[in-house]
């Protein structure tokens, strides 16, 4: 019997000898990748790694610099086959990673994507696991706000059916470089079907110091809200354009920017200070407003690709 084929997206900029250890882990994958598309975003002056052979190769190199979403964006448009998996430039995947995904995703045509568990590397060393999402399509979205979108967004490492490509599902920005772009990736998977957990299976993620998510620690509140309101607005946006009624937009949307100011260290957008939880309503009222004003902006600020 024939595998299903599938596409492994990799999108690369400045990538280093970890490019390697990636493109060594699907070599070593059970079921084969019919494609994978790897490509160099612009970067002027830099010479990647000596790449080893890997079945369906193709290499590309963007003649400019696209930056991450669009990089993404960008190779999501060469899907052809009927599953992908989006794998970052310095990262790995288990051997039956997507041998496993596949399988699952055959078995239950309700399903859209297929995930296993993220194990960290480097400047963490846990794992990160979360049970399958199943049910109605707000229910689950519901429920990925419940777990909370950190705990619940391994959908963005899974295995995909493509079929929900011809919807325009894409990673997006609007005012920022797209911060948090892949985990709303993931909720908006599954407003069109259930997100399946694969058992031991994981996706090995690799935290180095000098890490190109690294940078985003450094960058001061008005960054740090502007970026996050920005999420906020995609919220209501995506779930807008998939038919979501207003009533439900607003309570979704609610639910997504508690949990933006909720979160604390680099992203407390609330204060320059590793907690807002001490503050009095009055010192961050200032902060607070800065947020508001910035929800407004993006909402009126045009996507982009």
């Known amino acids: 019997m024939t595998e299903p084929a599938v596409t492994v997206l990799i999108p690369a900029y400045r990538s280093d000898e970890r490019?390697?250890?990636?493109?060594?882990?699907?070599?070593?994958?059970?079921?084969?990748?019919?494609?994978?598309?790897?490509?160099?975003?612009?970067?002027?002056?830099?010479?990647?790694?000596?790449?080893?052979?890997?079945?369906?190769?193709?290499?590309?190199?963007?003649?400019?610099?696209?930056?991450?979403?669009?990089?993404v964006n960008r190779l999501l448009e060469?899907?052809?086959?009927?599953?992908?998996?989006?794998?970052?430039?310095?990262?790995?995947?288990?051997?039956?990673?997507?041998?496993?995904?596949?399988?699952?995703?055959?078995?239950?045509?309700?399903?859209?994507?297929?995930?296993?568990?993220?194990?960290?590397?480097?400047l963490r060393s846990d794992v990160v696991a979360t049970e399958s999402i199943r049910g109605e399509s707000l229910d689950r979205v519901r429920e990925f706000l419940r777990r909370g979108p950190t705990?619940?967004?391994?959908?963005?490492?899974?295995?995909?059916?493509?079929?929900?490509?011809?919807?325009?599902?894409?990673?997006?920005?609007?005012?920022?470089?797209?911060?948090?772009?892949?985990?709303?990736?993931?909720?908006?998977?599954?407003?069109?079907?259930?997100?399946?957990?694969?058992?031991?299976?994981?996706?090995?993620?690799?935290?180095?110091?000098?890490?190109?998510?690294?940078?985003?620690?450094?960058?001061?509140?008005?960054?740090r809200s502007r970026m996050l309101a920005e999420s906020v607005a995609n919220v209501a946006a995506l779930l807008a354009e998939r038919g979501v009624a207003g009533p439900a937009i607003e309570g979704l949307s609610r639910k997504w920017a508690e949990w933006v100011l909720g979160l604390q260290g680099n992203w407390n957008v609330l204060w320059d200070e590793p907690s807002s939880d001490v503050r009095q309503v009055s010192e961050v009222r200032s902060a607070f407003a800065a947020f508001v004003a910035d929800v407004a902006a993006s909402l009126v600020t045009p996507p982009r690709r």
């Open 151 to 223: 705990s619940a967004e391994l959908a963005q490492r899974g295995v995909v059916r493509s079929t929900v490509l011809a919807s325009g599902i894409h990673f997006r920005t609007r005012r920022s470089d797209g911060m948090f772009a892949n985990t709303l990736w993931s909720l908006e998977l599954l407003l069109f079907g259930d997100a399946i957990a694969v058992p031991g299976e994981y996706y090995d993620k690799f935290l180095d110091g000098d890490g190109l998510s690294r940078a985003y620690h450094g960058r001061g509140r008005e960054e």
């Open 78 to 122: 060469l899907v052809s086959t009927p599953y992908f998996l989006l794998l970052y430039h310095d990262d790995a995947l288990s051997p039956e990673y997507v041998r496993r995904a596949v399988t699952a995703l055959e078995a239950d045509p309700a399903a859209v994507v297929a995930h296993g568990a993220v194990r960290y590397h480097g």
């Open 19 to 71: 490019l390697v250890r990636t493109l060594l882990s699907i070599q070593r994958q059970t079921h084969t990748p019919a494609v994978v598309e790897l490509s160099f975003d612009a970067a002027p002056g830099h010479t990647p790694p000596a790449l080893p052979a890997v079945h369906g190769l193709r290499v590309r190199h963007q003649p400019r610099q696209l930056g991450w979403t669009a990089h």
